[in-house]
């Protein structure tokens, strides 16, 4: 049980597109879904918290009008790197908490990695 | 300052051998801590939690020293399937489950 998935797993874009990844809570569901950012060798940097049915709460730094986020139902939530460039080439990892319950383990998803050219 | 600073190693050792990982956090609130293992290009998965009392899985022991703001991981009798990166990761007071991860420290055990 507390599979995640994320699609796509790859994904080479040019630069200007807009690209869209998918996390899904595929045997339970999740009231909050995290988006994190890791770059080579570096930590997984927290970018936004998605909640079901609002806003989003973007980290510090982190452009929300470049990275939209929707959280539509209790097993999606959607990343859009609007106007990717290079710099955005990164692995994306989503992570989901199941709803209804305290502290609890963070189940994540397995990445997306994208390359802008 | 780093909020999780870990090594970043690599700790190169060969099978059999105990290894220990450190970790300092500089949020003094913090209430959970986690260690975590990240294969190479894929997802972190939940090693275990860390408890004041410090707790043992096999051959991983985890320590919460809450003075110190210091967590470490013990593992016993390396194994090749260890090798890895270990991510430290704490859960900041009043972060909603927010968790900060630490950079990481590579494992490298050899036959």
């Known amino acids: 049980g507390a599979v995640v998935s994320q699609h796509p797993s790859w994904v080479i874009c040019k630069s200007g597109t807009s690209v869209k990844i998918e996390c899904r809570s595929l045997d339970f569901q999740a009231t909050t879904m995290f988006w994190y950012r890791q770059f080579p060798k570096q930590s997984l940097m927290l970018m936004a918290t998605?909640?079901?049915?609002?806003?989003?709460?973007?980290e510090q730094g982190v452009e929300k009008d470049k990275f939209l986020i929707n959280h539509a139902s209790l097993t999606l939530s959607t990343l859009t790197v609007t106007s990717a460039h290079p710099e955005d080439s990164s692995f994306y990892i989503c992570?989901?908490?199941?709803?209804?319950?305290?502290?609890?383990?963070?189940?994540f998803g397995p990445g997306t990695r994208l390359t802008v050219l | 300052r780093k909020e999780v600073e870990q090594d970043p190693g690599p700790f190169n050792v060969p099978e059999g051998a105990t290894v220990a990982f450190n970790c300092t956090y500089s949020?003094?609130?913090?209430?959970?801590f986690f260690w975590y293992r990240q294969d190479c290009r894929k997802e972190p998965k939940l090693l275990m939690s860390v408890y004041s009392s410090g707790n043992e899985d096999g051959r991983f022991t985890a320590q919460l020293n809450r003075a110190s703001q210091y967590i470490s991981l013990l593992i016993r009798d390396s194994k090749l399937s260890d090798s890895a990166t270990y991510l430290c990761?704490?859960?900041?007071?009043?972060?909603?489950?927010?968790?900060?991860f630490g950079a990481g420290t590579r494992l490298a055990v050899h036959p």
């Open positions: 992570s989901a908490r199941v709803a209804g319950q305290g502290y609890n383990e963070q189940f």
């Open positions: 998605s909640n079901e049915g609002s806003k989003a709460t973007y």
């Open positions: 990761v704490v859960n900041p007071t009043g972060g909603y489950n927010k968790l900060i």
């Open positions: 949020n003094s609130a913090s209430q959970s």
